[in-house]
């Protein structure tokens, strides 16, 4: 069964410096999502990618965020300039036409 | 924008009991619903999902029903097992191109053998 895979699985950084998260979605799907979930907290809304452009995002996605879909098969999640509160488990997320979500495994991103 | 409330924030039952996970969203726009299992250190797995026209799907032991009048959707689980125990989160989506999901704060089950 097809799956979404995310690297890595876990990231440490220092404040300041700037992380990727990649993503391998599904391989036909067509729309593309980031997650963040804090430690013990909700699954947060970040951006929504749709024909190579954002289509939404949410207040939390500020200029320090960007995505890219650099290929046919990867979508990357980059933060520039880490902060602590950056700290959290970022999922990605593909769908096809119908609304399913498909999330993958999740990336661990620790900021010190 | 929309919020989705769930509750209860926590829930033990004995194996075998059925178990019913209750959310509320505001947004009338919203028109697809669906409830993820998330397990430790993993990401959110779908278990069920309606759409607005809908009043009520099952898939075996799991049912969600939609009351679109009063916007709230719940999550029932029936002959809870001990693998069941994970956190439950409920979502609304208003569809189409764009689809992000609003998620409640999740419920943690807990099924005791």
């Known amino acids: 069964e097809p799956e979404v895979t995310q690297t890595p699985s876990h990231q440490v950084t220092q404040m300041g410096q700037e992380v990727i998260l990649r993503c391998v979605p599904i391989s036909n799907h067509l729309y593309f999502y980031w997650y963040r979930q804090i430690l013990g907290q909700k699954v947060e809304f970040l951006v929504s990618?749709?024909?190579?452009?954002?289509?939404?995002k949410s207040e939390i996605f500020d200029d320090q965020f960007s995505v890219e879909r650099p290929d046919g098969s990867n979508f990357t999640l980059k933060i520039r300039s880490t902060k602590l509160e950056d700290s959290a488990m970022y999922f990605c997320a593909s769908r096809s036409t119908p609304e399913t979500q498909y999330f993958g495994p999740g990336t661990r991103l620790l900021v010190l | 924008g929309e919020n989705v409330e769930q509750h209860p924030s926590t829930l033990s039952v004995q194996e075998g009991d059925s178990a019913v996970i209750k959310c509320t969203y505001s947004d009338s726009a919203s028109n697809y619903f669906p409830w993820y299992k998330q397990e430790l250190g993993k990401g959110p797995q779908l278990i069920i999902d309606i759409r607005s026209n809908v009043g009520e799907k099952k898939d075996q032991r799991i049912a969600v029903t939609l009351n679109k009048t009063a916007k709230h959707f719940s999550l029932h689980i029936t002959e809870t097992q001990p693998e069941d125990s994970a956190v439950y989160f409920c979502a609304a989506s208003k569809g189409g191109s764009q689809g992000n999901l609003i998620f409640g704060k999740g419920t943690k089950l807990s099924v005791k053998p």
């Open positions: 990618f749709y024909n190579n452009e954002i289509s939404e």
